[in-house]
């Protein structure tokens, strides 16, 4: 049989020396006489053809071929898979061609030795068997003997856990005292023992900072992409999300902080089950949400957040800069300085001087946010208070409402619960009771005399209520979005 067969230079003259390195010796020794090697170089195309006459050596040349050419578009896959990213993934492992044949290194070689024969490798340790002793008068050997004894403890390294580097000893006719032994055992126990534990913290601190491999994706992407130089660690795991502190890159459209936090809304949605009520009757949501998978609605919680921040900027209240909002991932400038956060303002241990000063601010922030922006915080604390360079910053603002949500008002007494409260303990005597906060805020006139809570919650309830009937007559919001003349933003319709 005569083939012509074409392959590339460097395959032909690795066919000459041996296809196979020196894995094959038991291959029939092919002659030169069976490759005919014919005078066609064609250097330029890295092409020549030669004649053989082997079968053997034909079907060795073509799969070596074959898996040369697979190899190659391997390469071209990976090389398209990983792209520009920082973080690439091998596929070395499917390749056809052994490396080591892209090496010459002689240590290689040796892997391929056959070691059935290994002059090595320990002698299979005696069995001793039932009556416990083997051979005859002076030439018994008892279990306890120390050679046989030290070969079988030496044997049963194996069944250490894989992680455990035994070294050669496996391989040489090592005799491991009992003692040696036991300890040894004992260690590996309590190192697998260490190594479970660590493992469980790891998997646990993952799974408490819920970030699933899909958001993970995201957030590298953002810094393939350059908008962040780097993601360097965690703030804050709440319930609902977890918050992240990254350098700044850079952005087309506009510049990125120094600085800058990812807030990251978990997927997982147990808990915003629990929170529904903020956005599913905020009208500016409620006819996505309903539409929505439940997965998707993270999303908007995300959004919600940047359309506050956005209101708040705008009326100049001290909060994030949002810089984007990629799915369920809010990026937001940092408050704080070279990688410390400000403190929460219940953590800030003001003086009597700058607490006062806090409050008054408060105060201010919370009629500019009611009044300017339409929206009551709805979870205002001194846990969303941050003190920073002099002024408190508000955050967490995802699930605020504006004040027509149908419990938006009840929303805004439990903020002014909650500043009142605080500030009143920390010494502000200044600090208004939360009724006539409320009424400050809103410029609503509900009376407070008795100071009953029921009853001033009664009233707020109904005002709600007539709110919600009318919005159902008319279709239409009675609160008026905070008008210049600061006059109460709530009053009871003529025609209710
Ligand atoms: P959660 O809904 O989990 O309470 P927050 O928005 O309140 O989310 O953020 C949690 C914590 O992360 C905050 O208490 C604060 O310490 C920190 N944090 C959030 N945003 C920022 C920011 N822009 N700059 C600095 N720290 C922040
Ligand atoms: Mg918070």
């Not at 360097?232 to 795991?237: D, E, L, R």
């Not at 009840?410 to 009143?424: A, K, P, V, Y």
Request: with cysteine; aromatic share 8%; glycine share 4%.
């Amino acid at each position: 049989m005569l083939v012509c067969v074409c392959v590339s230079v460097f395959v032909c003259l690795s066919v000459l020396q041996n296809p196979w390195g020196s894995v094959n010796p038991a291959a029939p020794a092919c002659s030169l006489a069976d490759v005919m090697i014919l005078a066609c170089f064609k250097l330029k195309e890295n092409i020549f053809f030669y004649y053989t006459t082997s079968d053997l050596m034909l079907a060795q040349i073509l799969q070596m071929q074959f898996d040369r050419e697979f190899d190659d578009q391997l390469r071209r896959e990976e090389k398209k898979f990983n792209g520009d990213s920082k973080v690439s993934i091998s596929f070395e492992n499917y390749r056809m061609v052994h490396p080591y044949e892209d090496s010459d290194s002689s240590e290689d070689e040796v892997d391929w030795q056959d070691t059935r024969h290994d002059p090595y490798r320990a002698e299979k340790p005696q069995t001793t068997p039932r009556k416990g002793f083997t051979g005859k008068g002076k030439n018994i050997t008892t279990k306890h003997d120390e050679v046989n004894c030290g070969r079988k403890n030496t044997a049963r390294m194996d069944n250490f856990a894989p992680e455990v580097h035994v070294g050669d000893g496996l391989g040489m006719d090592l005799k491991l005292s009992n003692q040696v032994f036991n300890s040894l055992k004992q260690h590996c126990y309590s190192e697998q023992r260490r190594s479970a534990k660590l493992h469980e913290k790891k998997e646990h601190s993952t799974a408490e900072q819920a970030v699933d491999p899909r958001t993970r994706l995201l957030m590298y992407k953002m810094v393939n992409a350059g908008v962040l130089e780097n993601i360097n660690g965690c703030i804050s795991t709440g319930k609902e999300s977890v918050v992240f502190h990254a350098d700044g890159g850079s952005l087309e459209e506009q510049p990125v902080p120094d600085e800058v936090v990812l807030k990251v809304f978990k997927t997982t949605l147990n808990e915003f089950k629990n929170r529904d009520r903020y956005i599913k009757d905020d009208y500016r949501f409620n006819d996505r949400f309903s539409k929505l998978n439940p997965r998707k609605v993270i999303r908007l919680w995300a959004e919600k957040e940047m359309h506050n921040l956005a209101r708040m900027k705008k009326a100049e209240i001290p909060c994030p800069d949002v810089v984007v909002l990629k799915k369920h991932i809010l990026v937001m400038s940092f408050i704080g300085k070279d990688h410390v956060p400000a403190p929460k303002i219940k953590d800030a241990m003001l003086g009597s001087e700058d607490m006062k000063n806090a409050y008054y601010q408060v105060l201010h922030m919370m009629q500019q946010l009611y009044r300017e922006c339409n929206l009551v915080h709805a979870d205002l604390s001194e846990y969303n208070m941050l003190w920073h360079e002099g002024k408190v910053w508000l955050i967490d603002v995802s699930q605020s409402v504006e004040p027509t949500h149908p419990h938006g008002l009840e929303f805004l007494f439990r903020d002014c619960r909650n500043i009142s409260t605080f500030f009143q303990k920390k010494g502000v005597s200044e600090a208004m009771s939360v009724y006539d906060l409320f009424n400050t805020v809103t410029g609503l006139q509900i009376p407070v005399g008795a100071e009953n809570e029921a009853e001033f919650m009664a009233e707020i309830v109904a005002l709600e209520k007539r709110n919600e009937d009318h919005v159902q007559k008319r279709r239409k919001k009675v609160f008026p979005f905070a008008s210049e003349d600061s006059g109460p933003p709530l009053e009871p319709d003529a025609d209710d």
